[in-house]
């Protein structure tokens, strides 16, 4: 092997990195799924999840909805949506990521709220990085603006108190 892919091994602790995916859609009026997955180190996984929903009903003014993902355990991801009667056309799939030993820590969790402070673990503001998934009514206009330091994340979003998010902060070595 080259010195590119030495140094690379060494990078990963010469252990792999593993990613899982997974595909599903909402049943009828279904606001929640957990979903088995192999085991992972849930200090060193993300989740990413794209989800599409079914839009037709938002020009008869009916609201539609997205989902949010959020690793509860070693071995289950849960996959959640704001509900309502259009719930079941939500098509998602999702990635589970395990970073090995290209990070020391992930922190996550969820919040519903327009404005909050959320409490962390002390971390390396210049080696992080926020990763931020809505679960929201789409007919709105969203965004979340958050400020990083090592020890909180300051969260402001619009258009109000009924956004709800989940975040995952991955900090490097």
Do not use: C, H
Request: no cysteine; aromatic share 8%.
């Amino acid at each position: 092997m080259g010195a590119g892919m030495s140094t690379l091994a060494e990078l990963l602790g010469r252990s792999p990195v593993s990613v899982q995916r997974i595909s599903g859609s909402f049943g009828y009026q279904e606001l929640n799924k957990n979903l088995t997955i192999a085991a992972v180190n849930p200090a060193k996984t993300i989740v990413r999840l794209n989800a599409a929903p079914y839009l037709l009903n938002a020009y008869a003014g009916q609201n539609d909805y997205m989902a949010a993902s959020l690793l509860t355990s070693a071995t289950n991801v849960q996959v959640g949506t704001l509900g309502g009667g259009d719930s079941d056309y939500i098509q998602f799939s999702l990635e589970v990521i395990d970073l090995g030993n290209i990070v020391k820590n992930v922190q996550r969790g969820t919040l519903t709220g327009s404005a909050t402070t959320t409490t962390i673990s002390s971390i390396n503001p210049s080696k992080s990085l926020l990763l931020v998934e809505t679960a929201t009514v789409i007919t709105s206009l969203l965004r979340v603006r958050y400020t990083l330091n090592s020890t909180s994340i300051a969260w402001d979003a619009e258009p109000g108190s009924n956004v709800t998010f989940s975040w995952q902060l991955v900090e490097f070595y």
